[in-house]
């Protein structure tokens, strides 16, 4: 008989993607992130987006005051969203390498924030097999440098080689490091583009199949991210199954934290994160047991 420790409960946090508009107007700012997400949306966890800290990376001032602030409202940070880097699977070994070193600076600032990951991409330019390989390596360089810091080191799906969950899942076994995992996103499956949306006004040629991509993923997930486009009257996302996409987390026993990042336009990003939000607690409640 399962105790209730063991039954997955619904952890929400929000995505600093789902404001990233509001953010580049201006209208938000970065630093606020903790109290928005907390006052605006009730939501207690949080998931950076490196480009918005770009000038902060390596001052460690900076980020004592993000935890301050964080700690003060009672916000949790998760993990940082790490974004244009270098690429951690280019075939040419230097600027692997660099691609690597590159990514410590956010592991540095991602344990002082008190985060359990950052989440890196699977980009390069080669064959699939090439790409393949040097993300082992890279992952393993990168493994051990965060595994020193207590940080997991998350891959997404972001398009191309990464939208493809058999090949993540091939990559993580190999590399073999518990720090090492996934960070699936119900979003992004587009093999045939770089960054990989699957939003219909995206027109993606070719896309892997979202359940089954999440599912590939999601034995070796320290995250989730409920990607959100458009809803129907009812509250339903027009083109992921929630209910199908939930009950996979579920069934996988994942108890951690499932990120809202809305990403449509058709609603404004705060009513965008409230419906994610709205729709991920009405399902949940319904999921078989």
């Not at 069934?251 to 994610?276: P, R």
Request: proline share 3%.
């Amino acid at each position: 008989m399962e105790t209730p420790a063991q039954t997955p409960t619904l952890n929400i946090s929000l995505a600093q993607w789902s404001i990233h508009r509001a953010i580049e107007n201006g209208a938000w700012h970065p630093e606020d992130f903790a109290a928005i997400a907390k006052n605006d949306f009730g939501i207690n966890a949080i998931e950076y987006v490196n480009s918005f800290y770009k000038d902060h990376a390596t001052d460690t001032a900076y980020w004592k005051m993000m935890k301050a602030k964080a700690d003060s409202l009672g916000v949790k940070s998760l993990l940082i969203m790490v974004d244009n880097e270098g690429d951690l699977g280019n075939p040419k070994e230097e600027e692997r390498s660099i691609a690597v070193t590159n990514h410590h600076k956010w592991v540095d600032a991602a344990k002082i924030l008190g985060c359990h990951s950052i989440r890196v991409n699977a980009f390069g330019d080669g064959t699939k097999e090439e790409v393949k390989a040097a993300m082992i390596t890279s992952l393993q360089e990168l493994g051990a440098y965060a595994g020193s810091k207590n940080i997991n080191v998350l891959i997404e799906n972001h398009g191309l080689f990464s939208a493809d969950g058999k090949w993540v899942a091939e990559v993580i076994t190999k590399v073999n490091l518990p720090n090492v995992g996934t960070l699936p996103d119900f979003g992004n499956w587009c093999t045939a583009a770089k960054w990989g949306s699957t939003e219909p006004s995206k027109d993606c040629k070719e896309a892997y199949d979202r359940y089954q991509g999440v599912g590939d993923m999601l034995p070796f997930a320290k995250g989730v991210s409920a990607k959100s486009y458009q809803f129907d009257e009812q509250g339903n996302e027009k083109i992921i199954d929630y209910t199908r996409m939930l009950q996979l987390v579920k069934d996988a026993g994942f108890n951690g934290y499932i990120g809202v990042e809305y990403e449509g336009d058709q609603l404004s990003e705060s009513e965008g994160i409230k419906a994610t939000k709205n729709l991920l607690e009405k399902t949940w409640q319904n999921l078989k047991p």
